[in-house]
């Protein structure tokens, strides 16, 4: 079983930042991706940023240019680095993995959440 511990939301100003990890552990062989989601009230969770194991990035269109997301292998560790917050990321943001367990297994886990409120 592979477990997910965000941390690093709270409450910011409009055009602040805030930086939230996520630390995966429990029986991983291999993590083939992190990503960020988020849900709004009231609206269906979506992609923020994803990372593969190589580095490679997919960000959304709405975050572009403000987020930065990245990835410490030998940690299994996901940062999202949140800058120039607007209003409209006020969310509550998941964390997700996927990979192979000890058992060679695919797995696919998601945090808790944390939520995120940007005040205007």
Do not use: H
């Not at 940023?49 to 269109?61: E, F, P």
């Not at 120039?84 to 997700?96: G, R």
């Amino acid at each position: 079983q592979v477990q997910l511990v965000e941390s690093g939301g709270g409450l910011v100003q409009a055009g602040g930042s805030l930086r939230l990890s996520c630390a995966a552990s429990g029986s991983i062989f291999r993590i083939n991706a992190m990503a960020w989601y988020r849900q709004a009230p009231g609206k269906q969770r979506e992609l923020v940023a994803r990372i593969t194991s190589s580095g490679s990035t997919n960000v959304a269109d709405s975050v572009k240019g403000r987020f930065t997301i990245s990835l410490d292998n030998a940690k299994n560790t996901v940062y999202l680095q949140m800058n120039s917050l607007k209003p409209e990321d006020t969310a509550v943001y998941y964390c997700n993995t996927d990979g192979l367990n000890s058992d060679l297994r695919a797995f696919n886990s998601w945090g808790k959440g944390t939520q995120v409120t940007v005040s205007s």
